[in-house]
């Protein structure tokens, strides 16, 4: 199988250094060419298929905003009918994945189809000028939270999880390598994988077009969004070791405009679920 080439060529219109596009080519990586993508509506949609043109050399499929899960579960189905193992590979952002998709992709979940779900965690519907999703950590500002969020982020790992999927797996665009090896892990197991990558989204974060990877690898260092990886339902890989010695969020909440609003007391609450999370998922 041919993994030589890029299956996700530069000529995309996404904004200049999108840690979503960044994150996309190392998902694509692990790819070989008996692969089918689905898309789900948003950036990485939008910026990659303007008609006539294609940033794709994997058969891709656009899927409505909702329904990628059960379009790529169809795909399947319909391989499996033709006696294919065909791998089925679905990106969906987090709008799409937390929120308007979930019933879906519960579904998904609930039958066991033989498909990697990715999600591409920009923290925001970032296609449609930055919404808030359920994704939104607290204290972001976006347009629909100008003052900043007041919820939590809901715990996407855990619902996987729940619903017994045997692969869920977490990381950000800094660590390429990360996400290119959770993919290929994800492509080995039986039934349904999840793994939701972290990706900066310029206008979004309100960072310089240079940036997404230093707020991705911050991310990683400050706990407040670590690299994860759980196998059976099990904690089997995680960024937080003995060894790890957080940064302090404050680093990774400076570096962004959405957060440029943010108390002291605001600041010390995420410090504290940050140290919530080192305790949570340390190994
Ligand atoms: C049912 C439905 N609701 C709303 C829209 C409008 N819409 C298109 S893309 C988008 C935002 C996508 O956000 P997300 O899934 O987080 O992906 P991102 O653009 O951040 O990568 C929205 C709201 C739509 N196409 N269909």
Redesign the pocket.
């Known amino acids: 199988m041919n993994t030589s080439h890029n299956n996700l060529t530069p000529g995309h219109n996404a904004c200049a250094g999108c840690g ?1 596009l960044s994150a996309a080519q190392s998902v694509m990586r692990a790819l070989d060419n008996d692969t089918i993508l689905v898309s ?5 949609e939008v910026t990659t298929t303007a008609h006539p043109q294609s940033a794709w050399r994997l058969p891709w499929m656009h899927s ?3 329904n990628s899960a059960a379009v790529g579960s169809g795909i399947k189905a319909a391989l499996k009918n033709k006696k294919k193992n065909t791998k089925v590979v679905i990106q ?5 994945t937390y929120d ?1 998709g979930i019933g879906f992709l519960s579904g998904l979940f609930e039958r066991g189809d033989d498909v990697v779900y990715i999600c ?1 965690d ?1 923290e ?5 000028g930055i919404q808030a ?1 359920g994704s939104t950590p607290a204290g972001a500002k976006t347009t629909t939270t100008p003052g900043g969020a007041n919820e939590i982020k809901k715990d996407m790992l855990a619902i996987a999880l729940a619903h017994g999927v045997k692969y869920v797996a977490q990381s950000t665009a800094a660590f390429p390598d990360d996400i290119t090896a959770k993919v290929k892990k994800a492509l080995q197991v039986e039934g349904p994988a999840y793994i939701q990558i972290l990706s900066p ?1 310029i206008p979004g974060w309100k960072i310089q077009t240079n940036e997404a990877i230093k707020a991705a690898r911050l991310a990683v260092a400050t706990a407040s969004y670590p690299l994860l990886e759980y196998t059976n339902g099990r904690l089997n890989n995680s960024s937080i070791k003995d060894s790890f010695r957080a940064q302090k969020v404050e680093d990774y909440l400076q570096l962004q405009g959405r957060f440029s609003h943010l108390s002291r007391k605001q600041i010390a609450n995420i410090q504290s679920q940050a140290d919530k999370n080192i305790k949570i998922y340390k190994l």
């Open positions: 979503q789900a509506t948003g950036c990485l409505l905003f909702e969906a952002g987090d709008g799409a308007i591409y920009t925001a519907y970032s296609n449609t999703s989204c």
